[in-house]
């Protein structure tokens, strides 16, 4: 069973970090995108970043540039978002997913996803 589990979020004040954990289980990820997206209470979900598992693009979302970064850890088949510079307009759910296609940004692309993760950024 393909499993992801997010991990690392809570609550931080505003200019604080935190850094999200996606562990991925019951099968290879080498040819899929990893994505995080996240969803505010009242709002869609929506794109934050993204990483090619065989290779090193990253992509980000023009909220995020700068301050959140995506990285992978091939060996423990996990993915991270490094955020840094955490405002009030961050707090959401954050939610990791996996994607064969190469639409890195559409979240109907993605089929598997994690639980979420909450995180919550105090002003």
């Known amino acids: 069973q393909v499993q992801l589990v997010e991990s690392g979020g809570?609550?931080?004040?505003a200019g604080g970090s935190l850094r999200l954990s996606c562990a991925g289980s019951g099968r290879s990820f080498i040819s899929y995108i990893m994505g995080w997206f996240r969803q505010a209470?009242?709002?869609e979900r929506e794109f934050v970043a993204a990483i090619r598992w065989s290779g090193d693009s990253t992509y980000y979302a023009d909220s995020v540039?700068?301050?959140?970064?995506?990285?992978?850890?091939?060996?423990?088949?996990?993915?991270?978002?490094?955020?840094n510079s955490l405002k009030p307009e961050d707090t959401a759910v954050y939610y990791c997913?996996?994607?064969?296609?190469?639409r890195w940004w559409?979240?109907?692309?993605?089929?598997?996803?994690?639980?979420?993760t909450q995180v919550t950024v105090s002003s």
């Open 10 to 13: 809570g609550l931080v004040q």
């Open 41 to 43: 209470p009242g709002k």
């Open 65 to 83: 540039k700068g301050r959140f970064t995506m990285s992978k850890d091939n060996a423990k088949n996990t993915v991270h978002l490094q955020m």
């Open 97 to 102: 997913g996996s994607t064969r296609g190469a």
């Open 106 to 116: 559409r979240i109907d692309d993605y089929n598997v996803w994690g639980q979420g």
